[in-house]
């Protein structure tokens, strides 16, 4: 009988266990950075209880849990689609959702808050959610007579106001907001950056605790300004000023500060001081709403890809973030899972799975797989 040794098969082993851990670390590394190929879920976020349903779909993001929360606009909802809220009823469906709600990774509802069970006064028009590194939830009101941005507990309760209710002062007003659209906060320094907006056409950056004032600037770092613009032709030079609305705002891990200047069809890139730093057009052609509605990083450390929301052409436009070339697109227009219908918001978990919202006559959230 051959003898068997213990000791050049303990040496054996020890290697095929070394290789299996490599090859396990090496796939991990691989599997979630910065994906360009995804697939819809389409039973994806599971139906909602009560009766609810939801309006447009004007913000999503992903807390520190890997859990999706979104703003949607129950006044965006027809009589017909919310028949049950009439007075008297029209059908026995349905009821509009509360404002905010979250969903874990199998789209099960978990909490809501918001809207009209709000103890203060909710914005007309909800715009934009973004969570901070304390997992707090902001929002901006872009309605009217909103003009505000909120600061929330993941409970609901209010923290912080920034801005007052119908009360604007133009693009250089510094205690004042004009139909902000987006929000994002810089932890190391404790700032919150806000896109400034459909009346204004500026970036300005408060505390991200008191709501105090620390500065603004316009398109190219300029100081703002709200004279009238002749209409954007691909043909014409780049604007000088930002477009309203400036749509959407992200903070990139090496510091830099990326706009959605919306109508002018480009992102913009500056320093956290205001210092401009590069700019790309995003399907230039593209007229009426433009083609940059929302920006969101991917999840790798380098996060070497941009994903860009593009309501106008509906689809996601997939960016080479060092160089801002186009390196691929998610989506087209229609109504079917994985189309899009109005499209107006993009988050990433740390997964690399992706999210995104749609207005108008879409009024949903749906999620993709990354291949």
Same mark, same amino acid.
Not at 24 to 50: E, G, H, M, R, Y
Not at 329 to 346: C, D, E, K, M, T
């Given at each position: 009988m051959?003898?068997?040794?213990?000791?050049?098969v303990?040496?054996?082993?020890?290697?095929?266990?070394?290789?299996f851990?490599f090859t396990?670390?090496s796939v991990?590394?691989?599997?979630?950075?910065?994906?360009?190929?995804?697939?819809?879920?389409p039973?994806?976020p599971?139906?909602?209880? *009560?009766? @609810? =349903?939801? %309006?447009?779909?004007?913000?999503?993001? +992903?807390?520190? !849990?890997?859990?999706?929360?979104?703003?949607q606009?129950?006044n965006?909802?027809?009589?017909?689609?919310a028949?049950?809220?009439?007075?008297?009823?029209?059908?026995?469906?349905?009821?509009?959702?509360?404002?905010v709600?979250?969903?874990?990774q199998?789209?099960n509802?978990?909490?809501?808050?918001?809207g009209?069970?709000?103890?203060?006064?909710?914005?007309q028009?909800?715009h934009g959610?973004?969570?901070?590194h304390?997992? *707090?939830? @902001? =929002?901006? %009101?872009?309605?009217n007579?909103?003009d +505000?941005?909120? !600061?929330?507990?993941?409970?609901?309760?209010l923290l912080?106001?920034?801005g007052?209710y119908?009360?604007?002062?133009?693009?250089?007003?510094?205690q004042?907001?004009?139909?902000?659209?987006?929000i994002?906060?810089?932890?190391e320094?404790n700032e919150?950056y806000?896109?400034?907006?459909?009346?204004n056409r500026?970036?300005i950056v408060?505390?991200?605790?008191?709501?105090?004032?620390?500065?603004?600037?316009?398109?190219?770092?300029?100081?703002?300004?709200?004279?009238p613009?002749?209409?954007?032709?691909?043909?014409?030079?780049p604007?000088?000023s930002?477009?309203s609305p400036?749509?959407?705002?992200?903070?990139?891990n090496?510091?830099h500060?990326?706009?959605a200047?919306?109508?002018?069809?480009?992102?913009?890139v500056?320093?956290?001081?205001?210092?401009?730093?590069?700019?790309?057009?995003?399907?230039p052609?593209t007229?009426?709403m433009?083609?940059?509605w929302?920006?969101?990083?991917?999840?790798?450390?380098?996060q070497s890809?941009?994903y860009?929301?593009?309501?106008?052409?509906?689809?996601v436009?997939?960016?080479?973030?060092?160089?801002?070339?186009?390196?691929d697109?998610?989506?087209?227009p229609?109504?079917?899972?994985g189309?899009f219908?109005?499209?107006?918001?993009?988050?990433?978990?740390?997964?690399?799975?992706?999210?995104?919202?749609?207005?108008?006559?879409?009024?949903?959230?749906?999620?993709?797989r990354?291949?």
């Amino acid at each position: 009988m051959m003898k068997i040794n213990k000791h050049f098969v303990n040496r054996i082993f020890g290697a095929l266990l070394c290789l299996f851990i490599f090859t396990c670390a090496s796939v991990d590394s691989i599997a979630v950075p910065a994906p360009t190929k995804f697939d819809v879920v389409p039973d994806w976020p599971k139906q909602l209880p *009560n009766n @609810w =349903i939801m %309006g447009q779909v004007a913000g999503v993001d +992903v807390d520190s !849990k890997d859990n999706i929360w979104i703003v949607q606009r129950p006044n965006s909802l027809t009589p017909q689609e919310a028949g049950l809220a009439q007075d008297p009823p029209l059908d026995d469906c349905c009821l509009p959702a509360p404002s905010v709600l979250a969903f874990d990774q199998q789209g099960n509802l978990l909490t809501w808050f918001g809207g009209k069970n709000f103890s203060g006064q909710w914005p007309q028009t909800e715009h934009g959610l973004f969570i901070d590194h304390e997992d *707090n939830i @902001w =929002i901006a %009101g872009a309605g009217n007579t909103d003009d +505000v941005v909120l !600061k929330l507990s993941n409970k609901g309760e209010l923290l912080l106001q920034v801005g007052e209710y119908g009360v604007y002062g133009g693009s250089n007003d510094i205690q004042h907001l004009g139909k902000p659209t987006d929000i994002a906060v810089d932890a190391e320094n404790n700032e919150a950056y806000i896109s400034d907006g459909y009346r204004n056409r500026r970036i300005i950056v408060v505390d991200a605790t008191t709501g105090e004032y620390k500065r603004h600037w316009g398109a190219y770092g300029s100081v703002p300004h709200d004279r009238p613009l002749p209409d954007y032709s691909s043909l014409a030079p780049p604007d000088s000023s930002f477009r309203s609305p400036v749509h959407a705002i992200r903070l990139s891990n090496d510091g830099h500060v990326y706009i959605a200047d919306r109508v002018n069809n480009r992102i913009q890139v500056f320093q956290k001081d205001g210092t401009f730093i590069k700019e790309a057009f995003i399907a230039p052609k593209t007229l009426d709403m433009g083609s940059v509605w929302d920006i969101e990083l991917s999840r790798d450390p380098q996060q070497s890809m941009l994903y860009v929301a593009d309501g106008m052409n509906n689809r996601v436009w997939i960016l080479n973030r060092h160089n801002l070339d186009v390196s691929d697109s998610l989506g087209r227009p229609g109504r079917y899972a994985g189309q899009f219908g109005w499209i107006h918001n993009v988050a990433m978990d740390s997964k690399g799975n992706l999210y995104t919202t749609e207005v108008e006559t879409g009024k949903r959230v749906q999620k993709f797989r990354p291949q």
